[in-house]
């Protein structure tokens, strides 16, 4: 009985030993405090997204995460704040907009997102080994190019996918759009509409023409590649047939009377 007295208070002793050697531990020695800190970091990273998306819902931003990862002195381009060129819906030409839409998202005013049909179209594509087009909805492209990085990957897609939920849910959709054409790329080191409109036809975004908002828009799938003036073969061909789904989406008459047959697929 004296020996089992014994052990148990021997047990207690060690027990209590321990946990104030634990209690001891300096806390990056603690395992717990390495999953604090990883929970707090991801909190914190949360948060600043939210209120930096809830912020440029009003406030224009100066620079996006594309902009910085230019490489402008190999490009010879200048470094500029987007404010300094920034384009207000309402001083928009309707058929900015429309170019934009009919280029690279005609479902752009009846989703919530995500072009769902054209998201199984390219992944239908990629399994069959084919040359997988972009299905990449306006608001995706927005979270891509303020925050993001350009190259593809799952882990990418899954946060791009996290930030266009939110920028759908807190911006109205003529938000997006005007956000969209103020930083989108139209030339190497050359982002926003009112950026491009003076450089490539010396013009206020207010002052374009259809046909002149067409070619920005025909560019847009790779404006390192493609010219808006003078436009490309490809880009002068893709820019005639932006002006005809720009018609049918719109039902306004903006193709020229010798327009031509141009192709679809994007370059």
């Not at 799952?154 to 997006?176: C, H, N, Q, S, Y």
């Not at 050359?190 to 920005?216: C, H, T, W």
């Not at 490309?232 to 903006?254: C, F, H, K, N, V």
Request: charged share 20%.
């Amino acid at each position: 009985m004296e020996t089992d007295v014994g052990l148990c208070s021997y047990s207690i002793m060690f027990a209590t030993a321990d946990d104030n050697h634990t209690s001891k531990q300096p806390p990056y020695l603690r395992g717990k405090f390495y999953l604090y800190l990883i929970l707090g970091l991801c909190l914190a990273v949360l948060s600043a997204l939210l209120i930096s998306v809830i912020a440029i819902r009003w406030v224009n931003p100066p620079t996006t995460s594309f902009m910085l990862q230019q490489d402008r002195e190999n490009m010879q381009a200048e470094q500029y704040s987007l404010r300094d060129h920034w384009v207000d819906y309402e001083e928009l030409p309707e058929h900015s907009v429309w170019a934009v839409v009919a280029s690279e998202d005609q479902l752009f005013w009846d989703h919530r997102g995500f072009d769902l049909e054209s998201i199984q179209e390219a992944w239908e594509e990629r399994m069959e080994g084919e040359r997988s087009r972009g299905a990449s909805s306006i608001t995706q492209q927005v979270a891509k190019n303020l925050y993001l990085w350009p190259a593809e990957s799952f882990i990418r897609k899954g946060i791009e996918a996290g930030i266009t939920v939110l920028i759908e849910l807190i911006w109205p959709k003529e938000r997006i759009i005007e956000v969209y054409l103020n930083i989108a790329e139209f030339g190497p080191g050359v982002f926003g509409i009112g950026k491009a409109s003076n450089q490539f036809f010396g013009l206020q975004a207010s002052e374009l023409k259809p046909d002149m908002s067409a070619r920005l828009a025909a560019v847009l799938p790779n404006p390192k590649r493609m010219r808006v003036n003078p436009p490309s073969p490809y880009a002068e061909d893709r820019s005639r047939w932006i002006l005809r789904q720009m018609t049918r989406l719109s039902g306004i008459d903006y193709v020229p009377a010798d327009t031509t047959t141009a192709p679809e697929a994007a370059a």
